[in-house]
């Protein structure tokens, strides 16, 4: 923006008038100065464009004259210099010899036919247009048309009936004739004429210009401030002279306005279409209609409502069961952290403490199967001297094994060793009551030994029991020392892990870990002498509370049948060879055994029939030397009461044969039924002495079947 010049104010002088005096003509004007204008006259004389707006009144007037900016009076002055000088008058008789003197129609349109009134109109008027080298002269009535709408034209006025443009359409008609049309320009002079300057391509003269022209616009600005200031003070100097005159400003009569009139400008309300009035059914229908669709969308919005609340209930326990798998899992990596280096330590002290318990076992075994020896190696010396009665049996290897007093084979078949186990014989049945018939004497199993030498035996067991296996455990600390604690810290594997627990079998690999304590417990038992349930054994009362909780209220059956899989079946079948097979209660000890493993482990699962073909093993071997001895002797006396006491003591066989009906295959006792009955029984009978007892035995055997 332009800043505002200081400008002096203008200076009015008041006329004074008179009545009776005329005033001078030098003193009926009044001219209105202004200081800046002044000092603009003084470096640029205005040119008049010879235009006068001055008003004649009656009585004493004042001329005002108005002063023009630079840049109005350059445009004047271009204007002007482009206005034609004044035509001269022209008389009636002048001008009608001028008229018939100029021909109506060029001379170069004469050949051609115009088509209308208007092209010859046209080519009278703008002789130009139609290519003729003739200037045509327009009358006055013309020139005073034209002056008039001139006028009409600068007052605004529009004659409603012509257009106040001029139509590109219609080419044909159109007077509009182009400056280039008639010189071939290249619209410069139009340019010029609009701009009010030439186009240039100087970058010199073109900032020059440039300069001008911003300094035209400062000048038009200042002088739209000053002319209405000049205004104002115009205004107010007309009045002060109206005021002094005594002459009251004119009023506009208004009319009078009717009160019932509406207002200007006032548009009347737009008075709606008649339309039918709802019956009451109807309108009663439309309000049913939106109560129900108002209801229904307040049920939508409960129903979102309630969705809405049971999806935050969701997200809070979904956030509230990610912030406990959070915790858990980072309790669980602790556990396992933990258990891995328990087990590592765990498994460092089983390799150190199993062999000392492998030891231990050895030396009950030992002590066991002490008196399965003596009691079988007697019974075999028994029936060899019964043997020796009515048959002659040829000679036994002999081996070169002493007994305790230092006596070898040769010496043990003499006659007098055999008559002093005969005596000894005679002895131990008078001991016994009951026994006085061959039969009993026969089926009498003849395993009892000196009170001394059981209580021995029990001495020995109980010392490894009490003494040795506790010895051997002295050095180890309180989280290996026994079952519970090693329970207990598995425990929460399955407690607080159960998934972990499940998918990596825990069930399957405890029994490893708990193996060492269940077989220091069982170090010195003999299932065959002393039957036990194993629900009564310590072990399984602690196992069986292994993860019992209020979620997990059975106890872990597969664990229990996995120990009783990999340590009971395997203590089992190391202690089948003390199992004497003559021995019914022996026998039924070690089925009671078997059952017990039956309820845990199944009759068709690949160890419970590993441990039936072991006491088959165990059985046969017991079979085998009296098949191979009997195959060789020859009867000397056919009615010999020692006779009838070896068929009986081999019948015992068959009879403790049944007790394995349930869990020995057929086929299997069948095969050592046949054994008993073919290879040892019948070669002892002979055909018409031996009926009753052949009579037996082949009733003994089809019980086996």
């Known amino acids: 923006m332009f800043k505002k010049s200081s400008r002096a104010k203008n200076i009015r002088r008041k006329v004074v008038t008179s009545d009776n005096e005329e005033p001078e003509e030098s003193e009926n004007v009044t001219v209105v100065n202004r200081t800046k204008l002044e000092k603009k006259k003084k470096k640029e004389p205005k040119r008049s ?10 009585g004493n007037t004042e001329t005002f004259q108005v002063k023009k900016s630079n840049a109005s009076i350059r445009l004047a002055s271009r204007k002007s210099s482009d206005i034609a000088a004044p035509s001269p008058t022209y008389s009636n008789e002048v001008l009608e010899a001028l008229r018939k003197d100029t021909p109506n129609t060029p001379a170069a349109l004469k050949a051609t036919s115009l088509a209308n009134d208007d092209d010859a109109l ?24 034209a002056k008039k709408k001139r006028e009409q034209l600068r007052k605004g006025y529009v004659d409603p009936v012509e257009e106040d443009f001029i139509s590109l359409d219609d080419k044909a ?3 509009l004739v182009r400056e280039e049309d008639e010189i071939g320009d290249d619209g410069e002079a139009e340019y010029e004429a609009y701009v009010g300057e030439r186009l240039t391509l100087n970058k010199k003269v073109a900032q020059k210009q440039e300069q001008e022209r911003r300094a035209g616009y400062r000048e038009m600005i200042e002088e ?11 205004e107010r100097w007309e009045t002060e002279l109206i005021r002094h005159g005594g002459v009251k400003p004119q009023r506009r009569e208004e009319k009078a306005r009717d009160p019932y009139a509406p207002p200007p400008g006032y548009r009347p309300a737009e008075v709606p279409i008649e339309s039918s009035i709802l019956s009451l059914d109807k309108a009663v229908q439309n309000l049913d209609s939106t109560s129900n669709s108002i209801t229904r969308t307040i049920k939508e919005y409960e129903t979102q409502l309630e969705q809405m609340q049971k999806n935050m209930e969701t997200l809070s326990t979904t956030e509230a069961d990610l912030s406990k ?21 765990l498994g460092e002290f089983l390799d150190a403490k199993f062999p000392k318990l492998e030891a231990l076992e050895q030396e009950a075994h030992d002590i066991i199967a002490t008196k399965y020896d003596v009691v079988t190696k007697r019974r075999w010396r028994d029936d060899l001297d019964d043997l020796h009665e009515f048959a002659k049996v040829p000679e036994q290897p002999q081996d070169e094994e002493m007994d305790e007093f230092g006596r070898g084979e040769e010496m043990r078949n003499s006659d007098s060793v055999r008559q002093r186990r005969k005596i000894e014989r005679q002895q131990r049945i008078a001991a016994q009551d009951g026994l006085a ?33 506790e010895e051997m455990l002295e050095d180890v600390g309180e989280e290996f020392g026994s079952l519970e604690m090693v329970k207990n810290k598995f425990e929460a594997w399955k407690t607080n892990f159960f998934d972990d627990y499940s998918k990596a079998f825990g069930s399957l690999s405890l029994p490893g870990a708990f193996e060492f304590y269940v077989r220091c417990e069982l170090v010195t038992w003999n299932p065959f002498t002393e039957p036990m349930e194993f629900d009564t054994m310590r072990w399984h009362a602690v196992l069986s509370e292994y993860g019992i909780t209020e979620e997990h209220e059975d106890a872990d059956t597969e664990l229990l049948n996995k120990v009783v899989e990999k340590i009971m079946i395997k203590k089992i079948k190391s202690m089948l060879d003390t199992l004497d097979a003559a021995s019914m209660k022996e026998m039924r000890y070690a089925v009671q055994a078997v059952e017990q493993v039956s309820y845990y482990v199944e009759k068709h699962e690949r160890p419970f029939m590993d441990l039936m073909t072991a006491v088959e093993s165990a059985i046969n071997k017991q079979l085998k030397p009296y098949a191979d001895l009997l195959d060789t002797i020859t009867i000397i006396e056919p009615s010999s009461e020692a006779k009838k006491r070896v068929i009986w003591r081999l019948c015992k066989y068959l009879k403790t044969l049944q007790v394995w009906r349930r869990y020995l295959p ?40």
């Open 173 to 175: 008609n159109s007077r």
């Open 437 to 469: 018939d061959i039969q009993e004497q026969g089926l009498w199993t003849d395993d009892e030994m000196p009170e001394e030498w059981d209580a021995q035996r029990d001495q020995k067991l109980d010392n490894i029991t009490s003494g040795k296996v």
């Open 122 to 145: 046209l080519a009278e008027k703008f002789p130009s247009l139609m290519k003729t080298d003739m200037n045509g002269i327009p009358d006055a009535h013309a020139i005073l048309a």
């Open 49 to 58: 464009l010879g235009l006068s707006f001055d008003q004649e009144e009656e």
């Open 666 to 705: 057929k086929e299997t006792l069948k095969s050592l039924g046949s054994v008993v009955m073919n290879r040892m029984i019948v070669p002892l009978l002979e055909p018409g002495v031996d009926g009753e007892l052949q009579k037996e035995a082949l009733q003994l055997l089809a019980r086996l079947e």
């Open 224 to 234: 739209a401030q000053d002319y209405d200031e000049e205004d104002q003070d115009i």
């Open 325 to 345: 798998e959070i915790v858990r899992g980072s309790e669980r990596y602790d556990y396992f952290q933990t258990l891995a280096g328990y087990v590592n330590d």
